[in-house]
């Protein structure tokens, strides 16, 4: 059952993401011609040329080709399953979904530039500023979070539900979420920062929109507040223990498994939870969140049999 929701749910969020990015697979030759280009900017796909529409036209492909290189689209996931969990339809919490997934993905192309995390791979493939250069990359995590907000607050449901939606998702994202988080983050390079402060970092730029896409599935399903507050408890201990399996993947992880550099903790001499604490007592972390994650799911009984699974999953990942 885990196995096949999570296919359907998959399926789902590509289905929706192809109407909206142009499906377009870049081979490694387009990726180096792109490259090659005169000031990197993008390629251009058949969707008209006339001057009017060459902005749109950049930006479409800028931010298709890391929505296409999608990862294991986690919070999406989340969203819509916890809408489920609550009675509501997964299909009506999708743009919830969507907007999220579009905020993750604009954190990714920015978390790579130079200036943040300076990392030329992601996925597997070169990062968005490395096909698209630096600028057209910005643009696109700028353009991906505005259109996050727009396929939220333009879907048919009801407005009290979209703007609560809306809300979460922005608080999440912002000054006192994720961006807080990757200030934090920044600043713990070069520096021995404590376990409390690299704790306080990671709720805010990996937790904060995990459990955004919960609670939202929650307000989508017309969850009660004993619900959104099982979510949040369960994507507080998913998301740490999601951060701290990063960290133990840096030291042990292979680039080519993880489509990512590793050791970039260590070359920016960044302090991690492996650093502070050693593999042994992170990977114990890992173990208790996990339990945690499973136990604030007592409410839902039976019916938490997915994301019990999904926890499981997430903690002995090797990507």
């Known amino acids: 059952m885990p196995d096949t929701r999570m296919a359907a749910y998959a399926a789902m969020i590509k289905e929706a993401l192809d109407k909206i990015f142009p499906t377009v697979t870049f081979t490694n030759a387009e990726i180096d ?4 280009e005169v000031g990197a900017t993008a390629l251009r796909w058949t969707m008209g040329t006339d001057a009017d529409s060459f902005g749109r036209r950049e930006m479409l492909s800028a931010m298709g080709y890391s929505i296409a290189n999608g990862g294991k689209r986690i919070r999406p996931i989340l969203t819509l399953e916890f809408c489920r969990l609550c009675g509501g339809d997964p299909q009506a919490a999708l743009p919830f979904a969507l907007a999220v997934e579009m905020v993750h993905t604009y954190s990714l192309i920015h978390d790579d530039l130079p200036c943040m995390d300076d990392d030329d791979l992601r996925r597997g493939k070169p990062s968005n500023h490395v096909v698209f250069g630096e600028a057209n990359a910005l643009l696109a995590g700028d353009a991906l979070l505005t259109l996050a907000f727009e396929t939220a607050l333009s879907s048919d449901r009801d407005p009290a539900v979209k703007a609560e939606a809306a809300l979460l998702l922005a608080r999440a994202a912002g000054y006192e979420g994720m961006i807080a988080g990757q200030v934090m983050d920044l600043r713990n390079e070069g520096r021995s920062a404590t376990l409390e402060e690299v704790a306080a970092t990671d709720r805010r730029k990996t937790g904060a929109l995990i459990c955004a896409a919960c609670e939202i599935g929650c307000v989508a399903g017309g969850g009660s507040s004993a619900q959104r507050a099982a979510a949040r408890d369960y994507a ?12 133990i993947l840096d030291v042990t ?14 070359a920016n001499q960044k302090s991690t939870y492996v650093s502070l604490l050693g593999l042994a007592r992170s990977r114990a972390m890992v173990d208790d969140l996990t339990l945690q994650a499973e136990d604030a799911l007592k409410i839902f009984g039976s019916e938490s049999e997915f994301l019990v699974a999904l926890a499981r999953r997430l903690a002995a990942r090797t990507n």
């Not at 507080?236 to 701290?244: M, P, V």
């Not at 992880?253 to 260590?266: F, M, Q, R, V, Y």
């Open 253 to 266: 992880g292979d680039a080519a498994t993880l489509g990512k550099p590793i050791g970039s903790d260590a």
């Open 236 to 247: 507080q201990a998913l998301g740490l223990a999601f951060q701290i399996v990063d960290d």
């Open 33 to 36: 011609a792109l490259r090659a």
